[in-house]
């Protein structure tokens, strides 16, 4: 096990730096205007003393980021999601991650109006993901079911539904459908939709009595889609422009929680599965309308997707300035890279009846027979050696160690991304809806 210095004594000449350098760029933006009215040159002053810390940041954990997880995490031997990771790096090593206080002070603040502490949160999950013990201990303990599915589990296995607030859990025949039913919002995404999808999709996972997994979106009240089922409309950007889209809680949660979960299912301590780490099974995805921005992504982990005929896919993330998830690391695995560099690059936008949506979907059907389309992926699914080749075709394909060094970019990337004028601007913009 490696041996874990005090804060105070790790790094000598950097961790001084660091605490020093941090204490100065909160004291001076805490004395400025909100980063939205100030003057040009306050911008500069505040940018000048943030990337300094930052700097530093960066330096320490290239030296020392083994040996601050190894400190939170006792040796490896205690798992933490990532919010309880980046609350305990904060307490144990003050100036390397903002504090709570920090982050309350802003939550609730538009986009524009906050400081950027999440990019710190994203250096330091970023060297975490960077380092293959540590990186894969966070990917096991993110595999881990959540407490709150584990609570919900009886309740599913007893009666074969739950109702979640944003996602409609129900068994029928062996099959968990998973239904999105934000139906105000045309299944936008916000922290509240990734919470529960985690908890379905555990659930469906756990429950010895399902097969195979079905994903559809529900029927919505949106004035403009009134009565009409719709899979998923990407990244809330009401929430975003509203400050409520954070790194940690939305953008890797969501990738290193459910959609990895939905690849290679939850890690348990069974020892009845000691031939297998995790239990999973596989997913059929079905595509009413459209599947815009973290709907496309979704679409990238199924292994039966059905489409209507009216449907398209698409993958805004040139409009909206953000990384698509892992969209990147997935979609040329599919399509070969000439159309992901259309899609993700510029905007191409792909109907179910073009000859190339076959490369992201398996079956197009008129609207009206989604549902027996649905029937015949959960039959063909639900053969026993599915499971264990589709494992092995995930490994294959996407195997952890590449994973894990894309997450690890991801990280840093993404918290940079989410402070861009441009997404700050675009995100004011579109405050009113979502894409």
Not at 156 to 172: A, C, K, N
């Amino acid at each position: 096990m490696t041996t874990v210095l005090p804060a105070r004594d790790a790094a000598p000449g950097v961790w001084p730096a660091l605490t020093e350098a941090a204490e100065r760029a909160e004291e001076l933006t805490a004395s400025l205007p909100r980063p939205s009215t100030r003057s040009p040159e306050q911008r500069a002053a505040a940018d000048t003393a943030k990337n300094t810390a930052r700097s530093l940041r960066v330096r320490f954990l290239d030296a020392h980021a083994d040996a601050v997880y190894d400190r939170l995490t006792d040796g490896l031997v205690t798992g933490l999601r990532l919010d309880e990771l980046v609350r305990a790096a904060a307490s144990a090593f003050p100036g390397l991650l903002p504090t709570d206080a920090q982050l309350a002070a802003e939550r609730g603040r538009p986009q524009s109006d906050k400081e950027g502490h999440e990019i710190d949160q994203g250096i330091f999950l970023s060297a975490v993901l960077r380092s293959p013990s540590a990186g894969r201990h966070l990917l096991d303990t993110m595999l881990r079911p959540t407490p709150r599915a584990q609570r919900l589990l009886p309740e599913f296995t007893r009666t074969g539904v739950v109702e979640t607030g944003s996602v409609r859990l129900e068994r029928r025949s062996g099959a968990a459908y998973l239904t999105m039913c934000r139906d105000d919002c045309l299944n936008a995404e916000d922290e509240r939709q990734v919470d529960d999808m985690e908890t379905a999709v555990d659930l469906a996972l756990l429950d010895p009595a399902v097969r195979v997994g079905v994903l559809r979106g529900g029927e919505m009240s949106h004035p403009r889609y009134r009565g009409k089922r719709v899979f998923s409309a990407g990244i809330n950007l009401k929430s975003l422009h509203a400050g409520n889209i954070s790194l940690v809680g939305f953008l890797l949660r969501r990738e290193l929680g459910y959609i990895h979960k939905l690849v290679r299912g939850v890690l348990t301590d069974n020892d009845e599965s000691w031939h297998t780490r995790t239990i999973d099974k596989p997913w059929v995805a079905a595509v009413d309308s459209f599947a815009i921005g973290g709907g496309a992504q979704l679409l990238l982990v199924f292994d039966h997707v059905v489409a209507a005929s009216d449907a398209f896919i698409s993958l805004p993330a040139a409009r909206e300035g953000i990384v698509p998830g892992a969209a990147n690391f997935r979609l040329g695995r599919s399509t070969g890279p000439r159309i992901s560099r259309q899609v993700i690059l510029q905007g191409r936008r792909i109907w179910a009846t073009e000859p190339d949506a076959r490369l992201l979907v398996d079956e197009v059907v008129e609207p009206g027979e989604l549902d027996a389309a649905v029937a015949r992926g959960v039959e063909r699914l639900a053969a026993p050696a599915v499971g264990v080749n589709r494992r092995m075709l995930n490994l294959a394909e996407e195997p952890p160690e590449e994973f894990r060094r894309y997450m690890a970019e991801f990280a840093l990337q993404q918290a940079l991304r989410l402070y861009g004028e441009d997404v700050i601007d675009k995100a004011g913009r579109f405050g009113g809806g979502s894409s």
